[in-house]
């Protein structure tokens, strides 16, 4: 099952995303099987507001462990978090 998820920041995080951004990458890159693709979400002023990832998980339980466990999560950087499934279909 594919999930797409996308998380926002909490207000005024730009500088904390910036200091867990090396941490998070290499843990992204520890699921690169999962991965279907993931980016930050960019505001109108060209910086970072928050991410979507599209993963691959057979279970939501493996897909909440695994955001649970992303250093962003870990840090308190999200305001919100939504959990959708997705149909890749190109």
């Known amino acids: 099952m594919s999930y797409f998820i996308t998380c926002i920041d909490k207000p005024n995080s730009l500088t904390k995303r910036l200091s867990i951004r090396e941490r998070h990458i290499n843990y992204l890159t520890t699921f690169k099987?999962?991965?279907?693709?993931a980016?930050?979400?960019i505001g109108k002023d060209g910086k970072p507001y928050g991410s979507l990832l599209i993963l691959d998980f057979k279970v939501l339980s493996e897909l909440q462990?695994?955001?649970?466990n992303d250093p962003y999560s870990l840090e308190g950087l999200f305001k919100e978090v939504i959990i959708r499934e997705f149909k890749k279909v190109f």
């Open 33 to 37: 099987s999962k991965l279907v693709t």
């Open 39 to 41: 980016g930050p979400l």
């Open 65 to 68: 462990d695994f955001l649970e």
